[in-house]
């Protein structure tokens, strides 16, 4: 199939093209790469600046390219509704344009949008928390950010999202929690699960080094400007107190927004690695780290892995977010362990390999795309 790959977050897309190519595929990717992380990709659609004349710009360029580069393939993924740095109803004319000039348009539900946000609020959510709500109460994201909320709830927005659901020819979710919101927006034949693809081939894995006297790193990359979004910056408290009480033993190391390729090295000197708090599943920001032999803190709730089918592996350390004791002894209880830190970092590589490694996840978008087409 000839596939083209529009727009990417957190180089979700990029990975998934490995795989589809290993797979004897022809694919395109066209992508801002992921803004500051400069993902790799085919066509580069990146917005040269704010203001009005680079949202112009970035829209005559996309009008170029379809007439050219990016029509004629047999399947579109898009990545999400909002998938070009462009205002919603420009998305939308793209959306359209991109449907009369190609075969099938996909959705790949990998971020957060209206869908997301509304579930989030409903009183019928199926989250017992997100970022948005905790066990029913305000969290402090939506405290902090009211104006966030806001603009997801816009009604240009909202119109703009309704509009690709309801005409998409499928959707595939990149985490449990979007598969949720998929399934409320969608006809349950429509969605399928995709997970996120990890290129375990170019990921090295080793067991880690741990000396008795060398001090365990954790380790915590995140973006700068979602702390409160991610709880990155409840994560931060929680690693400074299992540091404070280690007696020397660990360390904290923190990095924020660097480009995709410096962060895969950077990782290389974690022992431990925090993800998220609001999760229920590992992100792409735990996987990579897992695909490396190192252990994670990230989303791992059981109504994850009894999504996915996993019975019995199951490394990833469970950031409870209506348990900040519970996360600081799990993380100090780990980090006092070289057993099982080793047992740990061995049981994620196989975990990675078994359910997000680019192959795998390729598969499981080529066989649904054959079931829609």
């Known amino acids: 199939m000839n596939i083209l790959l529009m727009g990417d977050a957190s180089n979700y897309h990029a990975s998934l093209a490995v795989g589809l190519r290993r797979l004897g595929h022809n694919v395109t990717v066209a992508s801002a790469g992921s803004g500051w992380m400069k993902t790799a990709r085919d066509i580069d659609i990146s917005r040269r600046g704010p203001g009005k004349v680079s949202g112009a710009l970035l829209y005559a360029r996309l009008s170029t390219l379809l007439r050219s580069r990016i029509s004629g393939y047999d399947v579109v993924q898009i990545a999400g509704p909002m998938f070009l740095q462009l205002k919603p109803s420009r998305n939308r004319t793209v959306f359209d344009r991109l449907r009369r000039s190609n075969g099938s348009v996909m959705l790949t539900s990998l971020a957060a949008d209206t869908g997301y946000v509304s579930m989030s609020l409903a009183e019928d959510c199926p989250l017992r928390y997100t970022e948005w709500k905790i066990n029913g109460q305000d969290g402090p994201y939506r405290k902090a950010r009211p104006d966030v ?63 008795e006297d060398s001090p365990v790193n954790i380790f915590l990359g995140r973006h700068a400007d979602r702390l409160a979004e991610k709880g990155t910056d409840i994560l931060e408290r929680i690693a400074r107190d299992v540091v404070d009480c280690s007696n020397g033993r660990c360390t904290l190391s923190i990095v924020e927004n660097l480009p995709y390729t410096e962060y895969l090295k950077t990782l290389r000197s974690a022992h431990i690695t925090l993800d998220q708090l609001y999760s229920y599943t590992p992100s792409t920001n735990a996987l990579l780290p897992m695909a490396m032999g190192i252990p994670a803190v990230s989303g791992a709730e059981p109504e994850f892995y009894q999504f996915i089918g996993e019975e019995d592996l199951r490394p990833v350390i469970n950031a409870d977010p209506l348990d900040y004791e519970a996360t600081v002894r799990e993380i100090s209880r780990l980090a006092s362990d070289s057993a099982e830190l080793l047992r740990i970092g061995h049981e994620s590589r196989l975990f990675v390999e078994k359910h997000n490694s680019c192959e795998v996840v390729a598969q499981r978008f080529i066989d649904f795309w054959e079931s829609r087409l």
Not at 171 to 195: D, F, I, T
């Open 149 to 211: 909320e806001e603009i997801w709830m816009s009604q240009e927005l909202k119109d703009t999202c309704s509009y690709v659901y309801d005409n998409v020819d499928g959707a595939v979710s990149a985490l449990y929690e979007y598969q949720l919101v998929c399934l409320r927006n969608m006809p349950a034949e429509k969605v399928a699960y995709g997970g996120i693809a990890i290129d375990t081939d170019s990921i090295q894995y080793r067991a880690m080094d741990l000396r």
